[in-house]
């Protein structure tokens, strides 16, 4: 079965799809992104996700590729030529073609609209069992990591270290010895009191849309939750970790660095939040 693409305005086989040599997500990394689950035929919390994306692009003052409503059509065109139930899509829209200058082009150019799906990958029983490792690298990306930018440099770099080291994850650490989040998930904690501590929202961090549904469903189980920066120390004397992403939902966390958090195996806290995540999969 031929896996189709969606490039500015075609849908065109994947493996002839392309983009234009000076467009500005190539050069520059000048665009931004999102990433949305397909559950069983349908996307998973669409509208925080186009939501967001209508936030980075007022952040960096690009426009609408097509109106909202057009995108939605054109997402699920694309889904239904690719026969896909279970997975996810790629949406990104960049600043358009202009001749190279880092300056905005002075004269109107279209936005760039670029998707893709793949198929859901399983999270091996292992790491479901045991939970999974992370590594701590230092934080060193841009001061605007609330903007789901296609500028991924050092999340490349730093899940590489990770996968050099046999983690599944690595978590980042700021000049003030803060855990902000991972290369790709949000980093928590649950302290010795049982209060899961998650960091803030804010330029350091992206707001994740599973984040945000973990911070609903805690709240409605009674589970005490802070949003606060938490330091690697706080990681490393924790009695639980966890991260939350699109294709991870909820995942426990046993060791970092090398170490075991609390006894080495998924906390209790943890496990109730990934088997009240999968529940909310399957009622919406």
């Given at each position: ?80 030529r690719n026969g896909l139930r279970d997975g996810s899509i790629y949406i990104q829209v960049t600043r358009g073609v202009a001749p190279r200058d880092h300056a905005f082009p002075k004269t109107r150019v279209e936005p760039g609209l670029v998707m893709t799906t793949r198929r859901a990958k399983s999270i091996p029983a292992a790491a479901l069992r045991d939970g999974v490792a992370v590594v701590t690298i230092p934080d060193i990306r841009w001061g605007r990591c609330d903007i789901k930018s296609v500028g991924l440099l050092p999340n ?129």
């Amino acid at each position: 079965m031929t896996r189709f693409a969606y490039v500015n305005g075609l849908y065109c086989p994947h493996s002839e799809a392309m983009v234009h040599v000076e467009d500005r997500g190539y050069q520059f990394a000048d665009g931004v992104y999102e990433v949305i689950a397909l559950h069983r035929g349908r996307f998973v919390d669409e509208q925080p996700h186009l939501e967001r994306l209508d936030r980075s692009l007022f952040e960096l003052r690009i426009g609408w590729p097509m109106a909202p409503a057009v995108l939605k059509l054109v997402m699920r065109e694309l889904v239904r030529r690719n026969g896909l139930r279970d997975g996810s899509i790629y949406i990104q829209v960049t600043r358009g073609v202009a001749p190279r200058d880092h300056a905005f082009p002075k004269t109107r150019v279209e936005p760039g609209l670029v998707m893709t799906t793949r198929r859901a990958k399983s999270i091996p029983a292992a790491a479901l069992r045991d939970g999974v490792a992370v590594v701590t690298i230092p934080d060193i990306r841009w001061g605007r990591c609330d903007i789901k930018s296609v500028g991924l440099l050092p999340n490349v770099l730093g899940k590489q270290a990770a996968l050099e080291a046999g983690a599944y994850e690595a978590w980042q650490v700021n000049a003030q010895g803060v855990v902000t989040e991972g290369t790709s998930t949000n980093a928590w904690i649950v302290t010795r009191e049982g209060r899961v501590v998650t960091h803030p929202p804010g330029p350091q961090i992206l707001n994740g849309v599973t984040r945000l549904t973990v911070l609903r469903l805690a709240a409605e189980s009674q589970i005490a939750v802070e949003e606060r920066p938490f330091t690697l120390a706080e990681l490393k004397a924790a009695r639980e970790a966890f991260l939350t992403s699109t294709s991870s939902h909820v995942l426990p966390v046993t060791r970092v660095d090398g170490a075991p958090v609390g006894d080495g195996k998924p906390g209790r806290i943890a496990r109730r939040l990934r088997e009240l995540y999968l529940a909310e999969l399957e009622r919406a």
